[in-house]
């Protein structure tokens, strides 16, 4: 008798997406990926690896970027850097849902689990138009989107946390639940 053929889940499949993106965008060398803007900017440091608060500081890095440097981020920021927030989100929402389905919320608190993935992509795409913003317009200075781009990045940051630790809290504290359910019962 043949076994059915078992198919990875939805949530295997985003994972393995995700993780498989995020790993050829930062290691391997392609138009807009971070080790092609690495060579094109000198060595340059993309804005949300490492934030700057002042103004000043920001355009810095963007003076040291080059010509080069400053035309492959603005290249990333539209092709590279727009494919990556979305093939993660698959996997945020899926973990969310995970998490969610089971567990005895409020639908309050259900909306927020599932508004950290979208928050994620939305704050990874306001941190992608202040950066094209300054590019466009460099070297002119605008330093009000200058200062505001740190805060972009701490925002999708923390919503990036916020997306994968609550779902798996929520999920560590649902097995921690059910073991001890078991051994109750097994001590009956």
Do not use: C
């Not at 060398?29 to 440091?45: H, L």
Request: hydrophobic share 50%; net charge positive; charged share 20%.
């Amino acid at each position: 008798m043949r076994r059915p053929t078992t198919q990875p889940s939805r949530f295997v499949i985003a994972l393995t997406a995700a993780i498989v993106v995020v790993l050829v965008v930062h290691l391997t060398q392609f138009p807009g990926s971070v080790p092609d803007f690495e060579r094109a900017s000198n060595g340059g440091t993309l804005l949300d690896a490492d934030t700057e608060f002042t103004a000043d500081d920001v355009y810095t890095r963007l003076d040291g970027y080059g010509e080069a440097g400053r035309k492959n981020y603005a290249f990333r920021n539209v092709t590279v850097d727009v494919l990556l927030p979305l093939s993660v989100f698959p996997f945020l929402f899926l973990l969310a849902r995970k998490a969610v389905t089971p567990a005895p919320v409020d639908r309050r608190t259900r909306a927020a689990i599932f508004a950290l993935p979208v928050a994620y992509v939305l704050f990874d795409l306001v941190e992608n138009s202040i950066v094209l913003t300054l590019l466009a317009d460099y070297p002119a200075r605008l330093n009000r989107p200058a200062e505001w781009l740190p805060y972009a990045t701490i925002a999708k940051r923390a919503a990036t946390l916020l997306a994968i630790l609550v779902p798996l809290t929520m999920l560590a504290s649902a097995s921690i639940r059910r073991s001890g359910r078991l051994t109750a019962g097994r001590l009956q």
